[in-house]
């Protein structure tokens, strides 16, 4: 066993922050990582600050804010060309990396630090569009094909990669995409090089739509009582951003039986993924690196899944922005096991996290912190406030938070949102209104110009916040226009 300890990241994409059983959901099932969070630390006020999945994976793989890496909103084809990266680091002091799943770069192969990626993005509109011959995008869809001996593709139950609709998967388990990352990851346990300490990442696709998991999990909450989803006083303002009709809406009042059917598909996707995370975790012991290996849970962004009537993700919301993230780690690492910590963490942190574990050297360019400090039971200054940002609706949506409050202010319709998320955690009463938190809200949005003093877009002159500015998904130092 090598001296130096393996480094395990689990990604899943679009797990909202409150689906774990340990974090007191009434409905889904997460026995395995609760099990994980035993062992070592859960963070229960995780965020992605541009809660898509190309912004947020640039925060996760470049250990920096938005407005430095420059991915201010979802923009496909826009290419990677950070120098620094999590990969890179780990690989530049002799680590063996490898990458299974979901990447979610551009081009699609760029590697992005690992000596070797496994790639299934899943059904990606635009590298489809450019790629013809999936082969040269995807390595799942191949192996399917080998594996039923035709010309199969994932999506032959035609449920599409952003819909609402929900259906049990239509294959052998084993063949779904959640099983296959599994596997590969697993693969790559037995054909590494054991003189050599790894760093393995495995991203998994759901549970991002297609809502196709297996029967059994699907079956499993199809009938289960839930609770109502949280409507706040406020969600009209989004009413006329998307037809009601539609199979992938953004916001929409749904009937209550297809609403169940798409928590249904959702939540087992979850327990699944919980399922095979725990195959994983097996293999690692199996294999004889259990004992010296770090593993980190965590999402790209969270899933609105019928809260104020609103559905996907890159809103400031707690279903959209929230994510889970669990730090686990061998004895000697000196985990408070079992514990819970309320600081805010952000996908920027889990790259210098992630390198403190293993006792490496954060580049100057990391602008996250590192939490194995809070994971030993630590206690120093830290952040006071969070700044997210997303592109949405033609308009920039700007938000902090202090894990308290939360101000949200929309840079073309100027509105201003201020939740108390102590009292009302569900974010259901807007009190930007209200005479009495004036002062708040203007402590808040004071925060939010000097986060934004300087910004090219214009969003303030530092006395005011501006409206109706240009906005776009990516800052100028990065468009491919440049």
């Given at each position: 066993m090598p001296a130096r300890p393996n480094i395990v990241l689990i990604m899943a994409d679009q797990w909202r922050g409150d689906c774990l059983s340990a974090d007191g959901h009434p409905v889904v099932q997460t026995p395995y990582l609760d099990q994980l969070a035993g062992q070592g630390v859960r963070f229960t006020r995780a965020y992605s600050a541009t809660p898509t999945c190309i912004p947020a994976r640039a925060a996760l793989h470049t250990g920096q804010a938005p407005r430095t890496h420059g991915r201010v909103g979802y923009q496909d084809g826009v290419a990677w060309n950070y120098p620094v990266t999590l990969a890179g680091e780990f690989t530049r002091h002799g680590y063996q990396t490898e990458a299974v799943g979901k990447m979610h770069v551009y081009p699609e192969r760029s590697l992005m630090g690992f000596q070797h990626v496994t790639l299934h993005d899943g059904f990606l509109h635009f590298a489809r569009s450019q790629h013809p011959c999936l082969e040269e995008i995807d390595d799942y869809v191949p192996w399917l094909r080998e594996q039923l001996g035709r010309d199969a593709d994932y999506f032959e139950h035609g449920v599409n990669c952003n819909s609402m609709v929900a259906r049990p998967w239509d294959k052998e388990e084993y063949l779904h995409p959640t099983n296959w990352v599994t596997s590969e990851a697993i693969h790559f346990l037995r054909r590494r090089d054991r003189r050599a300490p790894f760093f393995l990442f495995v991203s998994y696709h759901r549970p991002h739509p297609p809502f196709d998991p297996p029967a059994w999990a699907y079956e499993m909450y199809l009938n289960q009582p839930m609770p109502d989803?949280?409507?706040?006083?406020?969600?009209?303002?989004?009413?006329?951003?998307?037809?009601?009709?539609?199979?992938?809406?953004?916001?929409?009042?749904?009937d209550s039986r297809r609403l169940q059917m798409a928590r249904a598909g959702y939540y087992g996707h979850i327990t699944h993924i919980d399922h095979q995370i725990n195959r994983l975790l097996e293999a690692l012991q199996e294999h004889g690196v259990g004992s010296n290996t770090y593993v980190c849970f965590t999402a790209d962004h969270g899933e609105m899944l019928g809260d104020h009537h609103l559905f996907r993700k890159a809103y400031p919301y707690e279903g959209s922005a929230r994510v889970p993230l669990i730090l686990a780690g061998p004895q000697y690492a000196g985990f408070e096991g079992n514990s819970v910590r309320?600081?805010?963490?952000?996908?920027?942190?889990?790259?210098?996290?992630?390198?403190?574990?293993?006792?490496?050297?954060?580049?100057?360019?990391?602008?996250?912190?590192?939490?194995?400090?809070?994971?030993?039971?630590?206690?120093?200054?830290?952040?006071?406030?969070?700044?997210?940002?997303?592109?949405?609706?033609?308009?920039?949506?700007?938000?902090?938070?202090?894990?308290?409050?939360?101000?949200?202010?929309?840079?073309?319709?100027?509105?201003?949102?201020?939740?108390?998320?102590?009292?009302?955690?569900?974010?259901?009463?807007?009190?930007?209104?209200?005479?009495?938190?004036?002062?708040?809200?203007?402590?808040w949005r004071g925060v939010l110009m000097a986060e934004l003093a300087g910004r090219e877009e214009g969003f303030t002159d530092g006395e005011r916040l501006i409206t109706g500015r240009p906005v776009s998904a990516c800052l100028s130092h990065i468009r491919p226009e440049r």
């Open positions: 989803p949280p409507v706040g006083d406020w969600h009209r303002i989004f009413a006329d951003s998307s037809a009601p009709h539609r199979a992938d809406p953004f916001y929409a009042q749904m309320g600081e805010i963490a952000e996908l920027r942190d889990i790259m210098p996290t992630l390198l403190d574990c293993a006792g490496l050297a954060v580049p100057g360019t990391v602008e996250g912190k590192s939490l194995v400090p809070w994971a030993r039971g630590e206690t120093s200054p830290w952040r006071r406030y969070l700044h997210g940002e997303h592109t949405l609706i033609g308009q920039s949506v700007q938000w902090i938070t202090d894990a308290r409050i939360k101000y949200v202010w929309f840079s073309g319709s100027g509105q201003e949102q201020l939740f108390d998320l102590a009292s009302d955690p569900q974010e259901t009463t807007n009190l930007a209104t209200r005479a009495d938190m004036q002062t708040t809200l203007e402590h």
